[in-house]
């Protein structure tokens, strides 16, 4: 399959215009530096992830060939991701200095989003069936995943999720749209569990190497 590299970039430059609209309208101001900075680090993150994963994935991404089987965790998590953002960018920019974050935590929490979301970069890289519904892709061979990350844990982009958004409120500066990136963590983890259950039972493969290798998450069985 080609990739298509200037539809990639209008998809790009549309959710990066649009998140950024959503997010100075919140705050009131696009002149935040910590909003800006975590921005354009996103869009930079965005860019590089949509370019290097796998055309057929990126295809998956966009266009899902069928419901997923999460009961709408999929939808919840996508909400409480804008959620998160959203009042962070309230906070600091409307509501300042009330329950804001101090600046040098605020870079500590932009290098940590950095590197959780280059952890599931690499993930999404190496893992040609990242698909964002929990389904398996006999069409594609979809077969088990052990390298790069997946070497360590099962889920390494579930547990860059776990770290990023947290991080991405705190890198804004607010300790506020810690409320909503903890509920983020809940549903993630809820459906880590019901993917890996499903692979245990659907996959071949994947038990045995369920047993072999950790999860990356508390509280999931390892086999």
Known sequence: MKRQPFRLLIRWAFITASLSGLLFVAAGTSYIASLRAYLALFSAWLLVTMLAVDPRLARERAHPRNADIDGGLRFTTSFLFVLTLTTAALSVGRFRPVFNV?????????????LSGSLQAWAMIVNPFFSPVVRLQ???GHRVIADGP???VRHPGYFAMLISIPASALAIGSFVALIPAIGFAWVIHQRTQIEDQFLKA???????????VPAGLPFIRSA
């Open 102 to 114: 101090p600046t040098a935590l605020r870079g500590a929490a932009l290098v940590v989003f950095s």
């Open 138 to 140: 006999p069409e594609c």
């Open 150 to 152: 997946y070497r360590f």
């Open 202 to 212: 659907n996959l071949p493969g994947y038990p045995e190497y369920a047993e072999r």
